[in-house]
C-alpha cells in the first residue's frame, strides 16, 4: 500500500513538471512583447530593452525557464506586469473566491445529480428516468456561459429575484478571514451579509454546476444500474431489508466507486471551468485572472494561474485514487497494477462487479464504465 | 414481406435482441427503450445531419448578407423580415447564425479529426511500441490531461493570438491525449488476440497486423467517442470565442455572436437566445446520435450475446 501511494505521489510530482515545463514553454510563443507592456505604453525603445533584461527576457528560452523554475522552487511566481504584485498574492486573493463558488456548485452538483441519478435507475424507463435524461441531455449540450447569461437576464434583469453580479451588495460588511464571503459572514455571524453573499452565489453556482450535474446524474445512473441487478442487492431484499435501506446501503454504497472517480475529476474541471462562468457574473476568482491575464499578455500570471488549477487538478485526482481503497475493500491489496495517474479515469480501478452491466437493456450509458470506455473523460463537458 | 415484419427486424437489431415482437401484428408493441425512446434519437440523427448540410450551405442559403452592416436597423426584434431580429450592427441574426453553422462546425470538425488522427498514431504506437515507448507517451498523455482543456486551450490560444485558427490548434493539440489512451487501451486488449496471433502466424507483417486486424477494433469505439465529443469540443470552441480568444467579433461564429450580443442582453435578448440555442440543439443533437451509435455499434454490447 505503501509503495503505492508513494509511487502515485511521485507520479504526481513529474507531471507537475511536465506541466510547468508545458505551461512555460505555451508563453514564450505569446505575440505580443510582456516587456512592452511592462514597460508602458509610452516607453521607448531603449526602456522596453531595460524592462526586457530586467525580466530577463532577453535570454535564451531554456535560461529563462531554469531561473522561473529555479524561483518556483522558492515559491515566487514572479510578478504580474498588470497588478504589480506577485502573481502568487493575486492568486491567493482569486483562488479563495473561485474555490466559494466550485464549492457551492459541487454542493448542488451532488445534492440534485445523485438523486436524480438513483432515482433514474432505481425506475428505469419511468418518468423520473425520463427526466434524467432531459438534464443530462441539456446539462452537456447547453453552454454554461449562454446559460449564465439568460438565467441573468430572466431572473435578476426581468424578474429581480436575484443580484445581476458581484459578490456583495455595497454597502454590506464582511470580516476578511478566509477570501470566502460566505464562510467568513456564517462564521462571523453577520447574517444579512451571508443572506446576500448567498444570493450572489446562487446564479454562478446553478451556471457552473449544470454541465457537472449532468455528469453525476449519468454516471450514477449507470453505475447504480450495474449493481442494482447484482445478486448481493437481491439478497439484501431477500433478507426483509426496506426498500430504502436497500438502495442506499447496499446498492449506492457499491457504485460509489465510479462517483467519487468522477466528482474528483470535476473538482479540477470546475475550476478551469470558472474562466466562462466568473466574468460574466463579475465576480474576480482564478476564472476571471486567468481570462484577464491571457488577453493582456500577462505571462507569468498566466503560467501562474494554469499551474494553480494544474494543482488543484492533479492533487484532487490523486486524492481520489487514494481514497478508493479505503472506501471500497475490493480495491485493496496493492494487487492492482498501477501504471499511471488516474487523471481521465482509469479502466483498471473501474469498480462495479464487472459485466454485471444488463445487456438486456439498451443502457447507452452503462457502456461508460466498461473498460472499452473508460479511459475516455466523459463526454459531454469541457474536459 | 409485410411492413410489421421487416420493423420487427429492425427493432430487434437496434436494440440487439432478437424477437422484440411477438404476437399479431395488432397487438405488437415495439419494446420499450426507456420513455425518450428511439424516435427521439432517430430526430437528433437527422437533426445532426441537418446541421452538417447547414455547415456546407449555410452561407448560401442565409436569407442575407451576414456581416452587412446596417445602423438604421439596429436591434430590431424578430420579425418576417428578420426571423431571429438583428443585432447592435443591424446585421440580420438568422443569416449570421446560418453563417455560424460552418463556422463553428468545421472548427470542430477539424479538431476532431486531426485528435482523432494523433489519438490513433500515438495510442497504437503506445500499446504496439514497448515498455518505454508507452510510459512515455501515457506520461505525456497524462499531462496532457493534467488540466481541464478549456485551460490549457486557453493559455495555446492566446499564446498564437487570438483567432479562430489558434483556438482550432490549441484544441487539437489539447484534446488527442484521451484519444490516445481509448486507442491504447482497445488496441491492448486485442493485440495478443488469437485472431491476431493467427494472423502472425500466416505470415501478415505488423503494418498489416495494425491495419487490417487491430485498427478496425477501434473503429467502432473512437466513432462513438467522436460523435459524443462533437458537443464538447463545440462548447469549447465556442467558450474560446466568448471568452475573447477565438473567433473576433464581426465573426459570424455562434460562442463570438453571443459575446458580442452581452452588451445589450436587456434591450434585446434575441441577439443572445439564438446562437445559443444553436449550440445547444447541435449538441443535443450530436449526444443523441452519438448514443444512437453506441447502442448499435458499441462491440461491448454486440459480444456479449
Known amino acids: 500500500m505503501l509503495a503505492v501511494v508513494l509511487r502515485r505521489l511521485g507520479l504526481m510530482v513529474l507531471v507537475f513538471a511536465g506541466l510547468v515545463v508545458i505551461a512555460f514553454l505555451m508563453t514564450q510563443v505569446l505575440p505580443g512583447d510582456p516587456a512592452r507592456a511592462a514597460a508602458g505604453r509610452n516607453a521607448s525603445p531603449e526602456q522596453i530593452a531595460a524592462v526586457a533584461s530586467q525580466l530577463g527576457l532577453d535570454q535564451p528560452v531554456w535560461r529563462q525557464f531554469l531561473r522561473y523554475a529555479g524561483r518556483l522552487l522558492h515559491g515566487d511566481l514572479g510578478t504580474s506586469v498588470v497588478t504589480h504584485r506577485p502573481v502568487l498574492a493575486d492568486l491567493g486573493e482569486v483562488l479563495p473566491v473561485s474555490l466559494e463558488l466550485v464549492l457551492a456548485a459541487m454542493l448542488l452538483n451532488l445534492v440534485i445529480g445523485v438523486p436524480l441519478g438513483v432515482l433514474a435507475a432505481y425506475r428505469r424507463g419511468r418518468w423520473a428516468d425520463g427526466l434524467t435524461r432531459v438534464v443530462v ?9 449562454w446559460l449564465g447569461l439568460i438565467l441573468q437576464l430572466v431572473l435578476s434583469d426581468r424578474l429581480h429575484w436575484l443580484p445581476l453580479s458581484g459578490r456583495l451588495t455595497y454597502g454590506y460588511r464582511v470580516d476578511d478571514l478566509t477570501g470566502m464571503v460566505t464562510f467568513d459572514a456564517l462564521v462571523t455571524g453577520r447574517w444579512a451579509t451571508f443572506g446576500n453573499a448567498l444570493a450572489h452565489l446562487v446564479l454562478p453556482a446553478v451556471t457552473l454546476a449544470a454541465p457537472f450535474i449532468a455528469v453525476v446524474a ?54 478551469g471551468a470558472t474562466v466562462l462562468v466568473e466574468s460574466t457574473f463579475n465576480r474576480g476568482g482564478i476564472g476571471a485572472y486567468t481570462v484577464n491575464a491571457v488577453l493582456q499578455n500577462d505571462l507569468y500570471a498566466v503560467i501562474g494561474s494554469v499551474l494553480a488549477i494544474g494543482v488543484v487538478f492533479i492533487v484532487a485526482n490523486v486524492v481520489v485514487d487514494l481514497l478508493q481503497p ?17 487523471v481521465g479515469g482509469r479502466p483498471d480501478l473501474a469498480v462495479g462487479p464487472a459485466g454485471v452491466t444488463d445487456p438486456s437493456a439498451p443502457d447507452v450509458e452503462a457502456g461508460a464504465d466498461n473498460a472499452a470506455a473508460a479511459p475516455v473523460p466523459v463526454a459531454g463537458v469541457q474536459r | ?31 420499450r427503450r ?27 442559403i442565409a436569407p442575407q448578407n451576414p456581416y452587412r452592416v446596417d445602423l438604421g436597423q439596429s436591434l430590431l426584434p424578430p420579425s418576417a423580415a428578420h426571423l431571429f431580429g438583428t443585432d447592435v450592427n443591424g446585421r440580420d441574426v438568422f443569416s449570421r447564425v446560418l453563417t455560424g453553422a460552418r463556422e463553428t462546425l468545421l472548427a470542430t470538425v477539424i479538431v476532431l479529426v486531426v485528435a482523432t488522427v494523433l489519438g490513433v498514431l500515438i495510442g497504437t504506437a503506445a500499446a504496439l511500441g514497448g515498455r518505454v515507448v508507452d510510459e512515455v507517451l501515457m506520461r505525456i498523455c497524462d499531462i496532457g490531461l493534467s488540466l481541464p482543456s478549456i485551460v490549457l486551450a486557453l493559455g495555446l490560444a492566446a499564446s498564437l493570438g487570438p483567432s479562430l485558427t489558434s483556438a482550432v490548434v490549441a484544441m ?24 491476431v496471433e493467427a494472423a502472425r502466424s500466416i505470415g501478415a507483417g505488423p503494418v498489416r497486423v495494425v491495419v487490417r486486424h487491430l485498427l478496425p477494433t477501434v473503429v467502432p469505439v473512437m466513432l462513438v467517442q467522436v460523435t459524443l465529443d462533437v458537443a464538447a469540443v463545440m462548447l469549447v470552441i465556442s467558450g474560446l470565442s466568448f471568452v ?6 464581426p465573426a459570424a461564429e455562434w460562442g463570438a455572436m453571443i459575446a458580442a450580443a452581452v452588451d445589450d442582453i436587456s434591450t434585446a435578448w434575441w441577439a443572445l437566445l439564438f446562437p445559443g440555442l444553436a449550440i445547444a440543439v447541435t449538441a443535443v443533437a450530436f449526444n443523441l446520435a452519438g448514443d444512437w451509435l453506441r447502442v448499435r455499434t458499441d462491440p461491448t454490447v454486440r459480444w456479449s450475446r
Open chain 1, 137 to 145: 441531455l441539456l446539462g452537456a449540450a447547453v453552454p454554461a456561459f
Open chain 1, 218 to 271: 449519468r454516471t450514477v445512473r449507470s453505475s447504480m444500474i450495474s449493481v442494482l441487478d447484482a445478486d448481493f442487492v437481491q439478497l439484501a431484499r431477500a433478507t426483509g431489508a426496506g426498500e430504502w435501506r436497500v438502495v442506499v446501503r447496499h446498492a449506492l454504497r457499491n457504485a460509489l466507486g465510479p462517483i467519487i472517480t468522477i466528482v474528483g475529476m470535476q473538482l479540477g474541471w470546475m475550476l
Open chain 1, 326 to 342: 479505503a472506501l471500497d475493500p475490493r480495491l485493496r491489496g496493492g494487487g492492482r497494477a498501477v501504471s499511471g495517474l488516474s
Open chain 2, 1 to 31: 414481406m409485410t411492413a410489421p415484419t421487416r420493423r420487427s427486424a429492425v427493432a430487434g437489431s437496434a436494440d440487439g435482441r432478437p424477437g422484440g415482437l411477438r404476437g399479431p401484428w395488432f397487438a405488437r408493441r415495439r419494446p
Open chain 2, 34 to 60: 426507456g420513455p425518450a425512446g428511439s424516435v427521439l434519437e432517430r430526430v437528433a440523427v437527422v437533426v445532426a445531419l441537418v446541421m452538417v448540410v447547414l455547415a456546407v450551405v449555410g452561407p448560401w
Open chain 2, 172 to 195: 487539437c493539440l489539447t484534446w488527442w491525449p484521451g484519444y490516445a489512451r481509448l486507442v491504447r487501451t482497445v488496441v491492448r486488449q486485442h493485440r495478443d488476440a488469437e485472431y
Open chain 2, 244 to 249: 475573447g480568444v477565438g473567433a473576433q467579433v
